[in-house]
């Protein structure tokens, strides 16, 4: 799987949890970070970069993590691989949570919590449309949430300030289910839910994902027959060190040696531009 960042250690963390048996590469892009503000073209091409080293590597399923790089870039992957004649199939983590959104709602009003490229792909919206077209969707960007969470100094007031910021707009919405659409933002789901009430129901990457990776894992016999764990390694296109140490807080296990990869530095792809 791979993410933007250490963002999708939430994601691997569930599977590790759930899917023991299973062996994981983890990809995370720190060098080209954050992905929130890049264009759909930018993304898609970085999606396509990291799939393709997770390929060649010897994935058997490829998981977007990445809420920003599912939006914009599931399909260009899913395309990039049709044409290689590559069988392996690829999950992203927008339908998941989007199908638990769903299901939790009681009065049909649902909120969005993402970065500006995921809010403005209407990713969620249209995914949400096609279970259920008479749902509500409230969709608030939060464009500095995702770097500060990133960010190895303390939970401060600014941060708090910028969820009680974001969450303003759906408790006017009187939402009572609310999809965190960033990977990032579950390290602070307590705080979310503090703001939000307790009654509200908050979904989050992770957990909505593991279903559909047992299932496809089913579906094609790839599933792991061994009895005991499985191995957890990592890849890093920035600085492992740096990965490591923040890593840790994120994934909530060992993160060990971190691999550094040389992808496509940013300037190469583009610097990130809003969209």
Partial sequence: MFDSGVGGLTVLHELLVDLPEEDYLYLGDTARFPYGKRSRDELAALAIDNADELLARGAKLLVIACNSATAAGLDAVRAHLAAKGSPVSVLGVVTPEAIQAVEATRNGRVGLLATEATVSSDAYGAAIRRIDDMIELTSVACP????????????????????????APLIAADVDTVVLGCTHYPLLAPMFQRVL???????????????RVEHLLSLRGLRSQRQTEGEYRFLSTGDPAVFSALGTRFLQ????????VALPAPADIGAPTAV
């Fill in 253 to 260: 296990l060992p993160i060990g040696e971190v691999e550094q």
């Fill in 144 to 167: 500095e949430l995702a770097s500060l969470i990133q960010s190895d100094e303390p939970i401060t007031h600014e941060v708090l300030t910028l969820v009680r910021e974001s969450c």
């Fill in 197 to 211: 009430g307790r009654n509200t129901r908050i979904i989050t990457s992770g957990v909505a994902i593991v279903r």
